[in-house]
Every structure is written in structure tokens, then in C-alpha cells.
């Protein structure tokens, strides 16, 4: 009995040590064994960080879009002023100035259109930055009061013009409030026969800003912004007698470019800034019945009662354009195309 005990503790004193050695070589291997290192085909991956782009800086959405499509690319394209709001109101925070002092180009339109900008963008040009204004390198539409009984609603070309400066704004341009005298267009983006225009000196001076060629992308904007020329002069060839009323006198490109007239105006003056007379409001509705006209086009800048006002007495209808902004436009050809079609269709 002592020999068969002795035997059996004997028997799992080895059963055990040998499973502990087992479990021992076990534990060895498995800290030992790592797949991530022990693999000798893995490769780390790594990607290096895309090349920042410099910045273009353009005041108001529908000018950059125009940009964005020169420059898509070959630069990042910031908008200045926020959609949907007034460029004649537009003042630059502490973080604009910045973003226009980092740009590597800044295109604005001119003629007083962002007056709040003014200073800013005068400042940045000393400094070095370098300032492209559109109105520089168009031909100019003078302005001549629509809600004159003289002028009637016709505008001119500036080079073609031979009245001097006083004959601009004066009685009515008071009346209208308006503070500055306009005597050059300044919606020089409602065309874009006019834009055309721009283009080689815009492309010159991206091209010479950012460092890149872009005939290319001129050479297709070109045909694009022809395109859609072409396609505007048709919609209203079919239109005998376009005649317009507006919010404010702001369609001189356009209608100069498409046989169309602005008979008047509920403010006559270019500028958003400006406000409504009693007399000026009298005459509109008047102008309105005499050429049995069924429609007024308001936007960005006109008041709404006054708006609503003259349409009720002249028995007219309210059409909205959108003529400062893109809107729900994704790009300057819907955007144009919105407002061509928009007006064509409401005289129709």
C-alpha cells in the first residue's frame, strides 16, 4: 500500500510538472510572437500633405464665380462679402482686412460698388497686395437718370458720350438719396459681353499673381461666357418691345446689350443706398399705366412696401430677380441664364 501511494504521488508529480512546462513554453511563444513585426512584407503607407494653395480674394459671389472657374485648381477662391448681402452696405471686419492683406490677388468690380471696401483695398494696393478691378478694363455704361422725362430710359455707352458729369443724378439722383455722384454703371457683371471684356486682363493678372498659365482655362471661359452671349440675344430677339420697370436703376448692361429699355425706376439711382421720393413713386406708377406695363422687377435693395405700393395703384405684379448675389445659382451661366430666362418669361 506504501509502495502504490508512494507510486501514485510520484506519477502526478511528473503529470503536473510536465504541464506546467507545457504551459511555460506555452506563454514563451505567445509573447514572443507578434504578427505586425514579425511579418517581413509589411509596408507602412504614407502621404504627404497636399501643397497649400494661394488665396484669391474676390469681393462678391457672382465676380467670384467667374474667378473660380478662371483659377479652379491653381488657387483657393475666397468670397469677401457674404451672399445675400448688400456689397454698397458691406463693412470688412478685423479678419477681412487680414484675408485681403494674406491674398495673393484680390479682384473687386469698382466704380464705388463695395464703398466700404474702398480704404481697405486702397491700403492693401500700398502695401504691395495685388488689387484687380474689373471696371478698369470694360467698356463703361454712363448713367442717365431713367426717371427722366427727357432721357426716357435710354443709356449710353461712355465712350460714345459727350454730356458732362452735371447732367447725371441731379434733380431726381437728390430726391433718390442718394450721398455719391455715380456718373459710370457700376453692375458691370450683368453682361457678360462685359465680362468677356475683362477676361484677358483678369487671366494676366491671376496668371502673373499665382505663377501659373492659364490660357487654357481663359480660352474655355471665353467660349462659355460666348455661349451663353449668343443665348441671351436670341431669348430676347423674340421680344418686340422690352421694356422694363425695376426696383433700382440697375440693369444698364443688360438691357443696353439685349435691345431692352428701363422706362423707370421706383429708386432711378444705381446705388441699393439710396431711397424712394414721394414724386419719384408717382411718376413710376404713371410711367407704369401710360405703357400698359403688367410687370416690376425688384431686387436686393428695393423696399418692399414701396414696391408693394406701386404695384397695387399701377395694378402691376411683382417679380423678383436676383441681381447683387448668386442665389440658389450654382455658377455666373445659371446664374445669367436664371435672369434672362426670369425676365423673358414675365414679359412674354
Not at 487680414?98 to 466700404?116: K, W
Not at 454730356?163 to 439722383?173: I, K, P, T, V
Not at 430677339?237 to 443696353?256: K, M, P, R, W
Not at 439710396?274 to 413710376?284: G, I, K, L, M, P
Amino acid at each position: 500500500m506504501t509502495t502504490s501511494r508512494h507510486a501514485r504521488t510520484a506519477a502526478l508529480f511528473a503529470s503536473l510538472s510536465l504541464a506546467a512546462l507545457g504551459l511555460s513554453c506555452s506563454n514563451d511563444n505567445a509573447a514572443t510572437s507578434n504578427p505586425a513585426t514579425d511579418t517581413a512584407d509589411v509596408i507602412v503607407a504614407t502621404t504627404a500633405p497636399a501643397p497649400e494653395l494661394p488665396t484669391v480674394v474676390v469681393t462678391y459671389s457672382v465676380l467670384a464665380a467667374v474667378v473660380s472657374d478662371l483659377v479652379e485648381g491653381s488657387a483657393n477662391v475666397v468670397t469677401l462679402i457674404p451672399d445675400g448681402q448688400d456689397p454698397h452696405n458691406f463693412e470688412p471686419s478685423a479678419k477681412d482686412l487680414e484675408t485681403i492683406n494674406n491674398a495673393a490677388l484680390v479682384v473687386a468690380n469698382g466704380l464705388d460698388l463695395e464703398e466700404g471696401l474702398d480704404d481697405a483695398l486702397s491700403n492693401a494696393q500700398q502695401a504691395g497686395v495685388n488689387v484687380f478691378y474689373v471696371a478698369d478694363h470694360v467698356t463703361v455704361l454712363d448713367i442717365v437718370d431713367v426717371n427722366d422725362h427727357s432721357n426716357h430710359g435710354h443709356v449710353h455707352r461712355g465712350a460714345d458720350a459727350s454730356h458732362s458729369d452735371d447732367d447725371h443724378g441731379d434733380e431726381h439722383g437728390d430726391e433718390d438719396g442718394d450721398e455719391h455722384d455715380h456718373s459710370q454703371d457700376p453692375h458691370v457683371w450683368l453682361s457678360p459681353h462685359t465680362v468677356r471684356e475683362a477676361l484677358p486682363a483678369l487671366a494676366k493678372a491671376a496668371s502673373d499673381a499665382l505663377n501659373v498659365d492659364l490660357a487654357a482655362a481663359q480660352l474655355a471661359l471665353d467660349n462659355e461666357l460666348a455661349a451663353l452671349d449668343t443665348e441671351l440675344l436670341s431669348l430676347f430677339s423674340a421680344i418686340d418691345n422690352c421694356q422694363l420697370v425695376t426696383g433700382h436703376n440697375e440693369l444698364g448692361y443688360f438691357v443696353d446689350r439685349y435691345g431692352c429699355t428701363v422706362v423707370a425706376a421706383i429708386i432711378s439711382s444705381t446705388s441699393t443706398n439710396a431711397e424712394a421720393s414721394a414724386r419719384n413713386t408717382e411718376f413710376v406708377i404713371d410711367v407704369i399705366k401710360t405703357h400698359s406695363a403688367k410687370v416690376i422687377f425688384t431686387s436686393l435693395g428695393t423696399n418692399p412696401k414701396t414696391a408693394e405700393q406701386v404695384a397695387r395703384e399701377a395694378d402691376a405684379q411683382l417679380v423678383t430677380i436676383s441681381t447683387h448675389f448668386l442665389g440658389t445659382s450654382n455658377d455666373y451661366v445659371a446664374f445669367m441664364r436664371t435672369l434672362g430666362t426670369t425676365i423673358a418669361t414675365s414679359l412674354s
